[in-house]
């Protein structure tokens, strides 16, 4: 999520209610239970909701060539800030709305970057 959050040191305010109602979307930071590792989670944004098309950049370092998906119900899109070093929907597809445990709110560590993360 470089650069809106760092690889470490950020502490970040997060809750898990939201999501168990509908209540996230477009640009929300999620902590999501990441689809290739169960015991990993991982924090990413949702650019999509269910029924989105979206089209992205199969490979940003490569070319120019894009691929188009629609995101299925039940799922969202997820993407790391970070467009070149982000493992994401972009590799593993959308991803099912139960892998989402929670919602980050806002910074509270470091200090100096206290605040939101939109």
Not at 90 to 100: A, D, E, M, Q, T
């Given at each position: ?37 169960p015991k990993r989670m991982v924090t990413k ?74």
């Amino acid at each position: 999520m470089l650069p809106t959050l760092n690889l470490t040191g950020d502490v970040i305010l997060a809750e898990h209610l939201s999501h168990r109602f509908g209540k996230i979307g477009l640009g929300d930071v999620v902590l999501v239970r990441s689809p290739r590792d169960p015991k990993r989670m991982v924090t990413k944004r949702i650019l999509g909701l269910e029924g989105d098309r979206l089209t992205f950049s199969a490979d940003p370092l490569v070319g120019d060539a894009s691929v188009s998906v629609l995101v299925p119900k039940g799922h969202v899109w997820i993407q790391g800030d970070n467009l070149y070093a982000s493992t994401d929907s972009r590799h593993f597809g959308p991803v099912p709305y139960s892998l989402i445990e929670g919602k980050a709110l806002l910074r509270v560590w470091p200090p100096e970057y206290f605040g939101s993360l939109r």
